[in-house]
């Protein structure tokens, strides 16, 4: 895989050897978490099939350039899967292409591939009926996770839909509601066709009906495992079936003559914004390792870089964009950073062997090699920092390598894994996916049934308690067990004697939970209440984000990470300049 910038926005190359090429338009938001990873394997999929494979970003989305502000957002949308067309022709030699919509993009590709005459293929892949339906599901979304947060009191209004922290403007949600991608289809139906709805529904037999009868060939199939793919990214379940259905329809459409060559262009544009310098890269060797570097747009660089480390299984632009609005806040203010998806996450390649998902020890040498990788490029110093099993994979990376001299840790669930934590996960998992909130209909259907003699209320009341009961089991056990492990002095000692070694050492640690997070257990679990032996610790600052959750879905939430991460990295550097300071002044005093 290799990385393309184009147009202010991102692609990433699956490259192989066939004449007919393969353009995936995939989700937007939480979709786009939760999807992403299932897309790539998808991609990889295709270029093991001879098919040359272009993921892309759409503009203000992902890693490209700009935000929800942007004017004219849905049309830009549809030109960047026109531009992705274009840009993997050129690159590429492929005579032909086949389009891959999925949610948004399914919505979206009717109208990009309109009147084009290189598109031999669509699949559409979990489409909204509608462009209104589809505006209606994110307000829904909007409405179960950003509508239950606690009130900010310094919130600014937002004109538009904000669902799981990502904002779409009124205007984008305007033009979304007139796009009826049946009626834009059938513009350009004498071509095979691919549908896979969540459910089949006779307006989509009509379709098929309609593009046979205008020369073209049309399949559909139910998208199998679709709520088990979209209830969390970090639940996400691979649907393994359906993605092999959309592999072989394409498979079975590629053309076997090998492409005529085409120029490699190995020194690939950088992407500029407002005050910063983003480089797409794919670090070797296997596993490959995608990630993004983002540098100042000024020549003044600070001498440290932070490196963003997945949350939980989120890709690397981070919950709500998150990862990509600090990385350029710190670069418009001189500080560099490296955002990345561990082996087995996000854009990343699979690890050849089996690991414990999120927190397998092998990730602190994968964060290692990102490191590595930093220092032959000039930063001698990182500052690592991830949410939740981020935050894990940054504390023990942290404990081997002493050139990252700071630690952020946010929201951390775990610092020493054992078996309760492997149970937890799983149940989460379960939960989870049983609840898939974006599932078409699910939420109805999962509402009580106001018939029920048991009653929605007495029902609900036994679940929380079920849930408490759970959750004080597990507690008990992750203590335990934490203890037991200290007791035989397992693996070195307590997590508190890790984190002394680590202070002492030099590393600056900073801890950041938000305010009712489970992380506050598990702090106090190793370093008493209220983590009180952590905050005393020489080198160590915590800080608490109010009125947020676990992933810091609300704005002020990651904006206040942001400030919280700089203002570490400033202080130490004030420090060291004032050491830097007093050294040459006592060498100009002693000078004869």
């Known amino acids: 895989m290799r990385p393309i910038v184009f147009d202010k926005t991102v692609g990433w190359l699956h490259p192989a050897t066939g004449r007919r090429g393969v353009v995936i338009a995939g989700a937007h938001g939480f979709e786009d978490l939760c999807s992403r990873r299932f897309l790539t394997l998808m991609a990889r999929d295709m270029a093991a099939a001879r098919l040359p494979v272009l993921q892309i970003d759409y503009p203000g989305c992902g890693d490209a350039a700009g935000d929800h502000t942007e004017p004219g957002q849905v049309a830009a949308w549809v030109a960047s899967i026109a531009s992705a067309i274009d840009r993997l022709m050129s690159e590429t030699g492929v005579a032909d292409v086949l389009v891959v919509g999925f949610r948004l993009g399914a919505l979206l590709a009717p109208a990009a591939i309109a009147a084009r005459n290189d598109v031999a293929g669509l699949a559409l892949l979990a489409p909204p009926s509608s462009g209104k339906a589809y505006v209606r599901e994110m307000t829904g ?53 691919l549908l896979m709805p969540t459910q089949v529904t006779p307006a989509n037999s009509d379709l098929a009906d309609r593009i046979a009868a205008a020369g073209g060939n049309a399949r559909i199939e139910t998208f199998d495992g679709f709520s088990r793919l979209m209830s969390t990214p970090t639940a996400s379940e691979i649907p393994q079936a359906t993605l092999d259905t959309v592999v ?92 990345a998806d561990l082996p087995g996450l996000g854009q990343s390649e699979t690890p050849g062997e089996k690991r414990q998902f999120l927190y397998d020890k092998r990730g602190r040498d994968d964060v290692i090699r990102i490191v590595d990788w930093l220092q032959r490029h000039g930063f001698e110093r990182v500052c690592a920092t991830g949410i939740c099993a981020g935050a894990y994979q940054a504390f023990h990376a942290a404990r081997r390598d002493p050139r990252i001299a700071h630690l952020a840790m946010v929201n951390p669930l775990c610092f020493s894994w ?144 942001t400030e919280h991460v700089a203002r570490l990295l400033s202080s130490t550097a004030t420090a060291r300049a004032n050491t830097r300071s007093s050294q040459l002044s006592n060498i100009a005093g002693d000078a004869p």
């Open 141 to 193: 979304l909007s409405r179960m996770i950003d509508g239950t947060l606690p009130p900010y009191p310094d919130a600014e209004p937002f004109d538009g839909i904000e669902a799981a922290g990502f904002r779409v403007s009124a205007e984008t949600a305007a033009d979304l509601r007139m796009f009826e991608w049946r009626d834009r289809l059938a513009v350009s139906a004498k071509l095979d066709l």
């Open 248 to 339: 072989q329809w394409a498979a079975g459409l590629s053309r076997s003559e090998p492409t005529a060559s085409a120029p490699i262009n190995h020194e690939q544009p950088g992407l500029e914004g407002d005050g910063y310098r983003e480089q797409p890269l794919v670090l070797g060797p296997a596993p490959e390792i995608c990630g993004v570097l983002c540098m100042p747009a000024g020549t003044e660089v600070s001498e440290e870089v932070v490196l963003i480390l997945n949350a939980g299984a989120i890709p690397h632009m981070g919950w709500a964009r998150g990862a990509v609005d600090m990385a350029r806040t710190l670069a418009r203010q001189g500080i560099a950073s490296m955002r």
């Open 418 to 561: 054992n078996s309760s934590y492997a149970l937890e996960m799983g149940l989460s998992k379960i939960r989870d996916n049983a609840r898939a909130p974006l599932t078409p209909g699910v939420h109805q259907a999962a509402e009580a049934n106001p018939t029920d003699p048991v009653g929605p209320s007495l029902k609900s009341s036994v679940s929380k308690l079920g849930r408490r009961m759970l959750r004080r089991s597990l507690e008990m056990s992750k203590s335990s067990l934490s203890r037991l492990s200290s007791a035989h002095g397992s693996k070195g000692g307590s997590v508190e004697r890790w984190m002394r070694d680590l202070t002492k050492r030099g590393t600056e640690v900073l801890v950041v939970s938000c305010e009712g997070d489970l992380s506050h257990e598990e702090i106090a679990r190793h370093f008493g209440p209220d983590g009180e032996r952590l905050g005393r610790m020489s080198g160590v600052t915590m800080a608490l984000i109010p009125a947020a959750d676990h992933t810091l879905t609300p704005l002020h939430a990651r904006v206040q990470l």
